[in-house]
T-cell receptor
C-alpha cells in the first residue's frame, strides 16, 4: 500500500498551545493536501502544498514539505477547542497516475 | 450551495442483497471518487472517475462497481455485499487534475453501511 502515515496517532493539548502533526508518504508526489474531519462527518480541505514548495501558511495553519524525506508537517498555532478533530494528509502519486492516498490520521483534542 | 450529496446516509442490509449508494455534485467537477473509512486504516480509495464514461480502480475495488453516465452522478454499487464491506463511505469531487497536480476535494457527508 502507498498509504501515508500520520504521527502521532493521537494528540491532546491545552487551548492556546500549538499542535504539530506529521505525515510520511512513500512515493513521488505532485502535491500534498491536509484535511480535517469532525467526528463521523465528511472531510474538509485545509491547505494544499505543491511538490516544489517548502512551506505554506493559511491563517493559523503552517504546512511544511520535505520531498527528500517524503514528509510533511501541519502546525496549528494558538489552538482552540473548536480545532478538536482528526487531521489527514493526502497525496497523489507520480507512480500510479490518478489515484489518491490518505494517511491514517491524527486525532487532536484541544482541552478548554 | 455547492455541495456533494450522498444517499442514503445510513443503511443496514443483509449479505448478498444488492445495493446502490448514490452520489451527486453540483459543481461541474470532472473528477469524482469513492472512499471507505475504517478505524485505524484511514480513508482508502475504492474507485475514481476522471470524467464521464471514464472510471478506474483505486486501492480497494474488490466487491464494488461504479458508473459515470452523467458528469454530476457517480453511484457506488455493491452487487453482493458482505460483512467485510461494513464501513463508512465517502464520495468526493474536484476539478480535473492538471498535469498530475490535484485540486482540493469536496466531500459528501458520508454513508454508514452495515452488512449483517
Amino acid at each position: 500500500s502507498q498509504q501515508g502515515e500520520e504521527d502521532p496517532q493521537a494528540l491532546s493539548i491545552q487551548e492556546g498551545e500549538n499542535a504539530t502533526m506529521n505525515c510520511s508518504y512513500k512515493t513521488s508526489i505532485n502535491n500534498l493536501q491536509w484535511y480535517r474531519q469532525n467526528s463521523g462527518r465528511g472531510l474538509v480541505h485545509l491547505i494544499l502544498i505543491r511538490s516544489n514548495e517548502r512551506e505554506k501558511h493559511s491563517g493559523r495553519l503552517r504546512v511544511t514539505l520535505d520531498t527528500s524525506k517524503k514528509s510533511s508537517s501541519l502546525l496549528i498555532t494558538a489552538s482552540r477547542a473548536a480545532d478538536t478533530a482528526s487531521y489527514f494528509c493526502a497525496t497523489d502519486s507520480k507512480d500510479t497516475g490518478n489515484q489518491f492516498y490518505f494517511g491514517t490520521g491524527t486525532s487532536l483534542t484541544v482541552i478548554p | 450551495e455547492a455541495q456533494v450529496t450522498q444517499n442514503p446516509r445510513y443503511l443496514i442490509t443483509v449479505t448478498g442483497k444488492k445495493l446502490t449508494v448514490t452520489c451527486s455534485q453540483n459543481m461541474n467537477h470532472e473528477y469524482m471518487s469513492w472512499y471507505r473509512q475504517d478505524p485505524g486504516l484511514g480513508l482508502r480509495q475504492i474507485y475514481y472517475s476522471m470524467n464521464v464514461e471514464v472510471t478506474d480502480k483505486g486501492d480497494v475495488p474488490e466487491g464494488y462497481k461504479v458508473s459515470r453516465k452523467e458528469k454530476r452522478n457517480f453511484p457506488l454499487i455493491l452487487e453482493s455485499p458482505s460483512p467485510n464491506q461494513t464501513s463508512l463511505y465517502f464520495c468526493a469531487s474536484s476539478l480535473q487534475p492538471v498535469a498530475g497536480s490535484y485540486n482540493e476535494q469536496f466531500f459528501g457527508p458520508g454513508t454508514r453501511l452495515t452488512v449483517l
